[in-house]
């Protein structure tokens, strides 16, 4: 596959980052990208920036280095319904909204209330990206959650951060395993995210080959070959 965008990752104004938005954007047209997406964690997780950084999200030039920019959040789903982080104001400077489980900003409930919770960020409008569902950090039932994504064309991620062993999520391998089969049977496509904290990160899906190899995953059910594709499919804001 020849990769070609990345849309989750984050620079140093997310906290525990380590390169800022120049070095990522430089990283990426040094690696042959077109597209990056810079999405920093929202404001419910611990260290993250200051609301105001959003506000000001036009003062970047979105075309760095022959690389197009995206620049948007990885907000934090709160609650059992689904509830992200920021209000809709913020949402609208976006380019790009990623919604995700951190085990900082959400408690687990039942699979049900989990369940709730993915579907709840799903039918959101303006999420267009869950990233890493499968990562374990709460159990949910698979395939409600593939369904849902493919009815609100909402993008489920599998994260190559979440399969680094040094992460010890003993629970990612066999659930990005799941998600890639019942992608594979209800034709979802899938986007493949580094999770990139430094720049040297970006566009590494080392861990995640493995798994399409095993789930035998069609390559056109993958974006991140495609980012015209990517762009035609992404959800428009309300």
């Not at 040297?200 to 991140?224: R, T, V």
Request: glycine letters at 6%.
């Amino acid at each position: 596959m020849n990769i070609l965008l990345d849309m989750h990752t984050h620079t140093i104004a997310s906290g525990h980052a380590y390169s800022t938005v120049q070095e990522m954007a430089h990283t990426a047209a040094e690696k042959g990208l077109k597209l990056l997406g810079i999405t920093e964690h929202g404001y419910a997780m611990p260290g993250t920036c200051d609301p105001i950084y959003f506000l000001n999200l036009h003062a970047i030039p979105r075309n760095m280095y022959g690389v197009d920019l995206m620049m948007g959040a990885e907000l934090n789903i709160l609650d059992y319904e689904g509830n992200i982080d920021m209000e809709e104001s913020y949402w609208r400077l976006m380019d790009l909204r990623i919604a995700g489980l951190h085990k900082l900003c959400y408690t687990p409930g039942s699979i049900e209330q989990n369940t709730d919770a993915l579907l709840g960020a799903i039918r959101n409008p303006f999420v267009q990206i869950i990233s890493h569902p499968g990562d374990g950090t709460a159990d949910f039932l698979f395939e409600p959650v593939v369904l849902e994504a493919k009815k609100t064309r909402t993008i489920l991620e599998i994260n190559n951060s979440s399969l680094n062993p040094a992460r010890h999520k003993k629970k990612a391998k066999p659930n990005n395993l799941e998600i890639l089969r019942l992608c594979k049977q209800h034709e979802v496509p899938v986007i493949l995210g580094s999770d990139a904290h430094i720049s040297f990160s970006i566009g590494d899906y080392g861990y995640i080959y493995e798994l399409l190899q095993i789930a035998e995953f069609p390559e056109q059910l993958i974006f991140n070959d495609k980012p015209d594709f990517f762009k035609s499919y992404l959800k428009k804001m309300p």
